[in-house]
């Protein structure tokens, strides 16, 4: 069986039934002081000190998800939403977005 790995949710509605997957971030022990990561901990409602690392988003299937842990404040989510501008260029003030050609993600 797979490790369970926790992540935060940052789709506006995960719940909805035209999605078969959501943006998440995972979480990690491995804790640094960087600009895409935001600090939680036991007193966000997990068990342990982590961060949620806005920089290695990933879509994940709802049909992955096993059981909520946590229900983060509307606090913690404009830090997490602020790290988010970070990690995605979209802090238009700290880096100037780019746009490039790639390959098709796979099927």
Known sequence: MDKLRPAVVMHRDFA???LNA???APLTTTLRDIPTAVRLGPEDGLDRECMAALDNLTLLRKDRFVRAVARLS???MAELC???ATATACDVAATRPRVVQGVDPPS
């Open 16 to 18: 909805g039934r035209a």
């Open 74 to 76: 509307a606090e913690r």
């Open 82 to 84: 602020a790290a988010l």
């Open 22 to 24: 959501v943006l998440v």
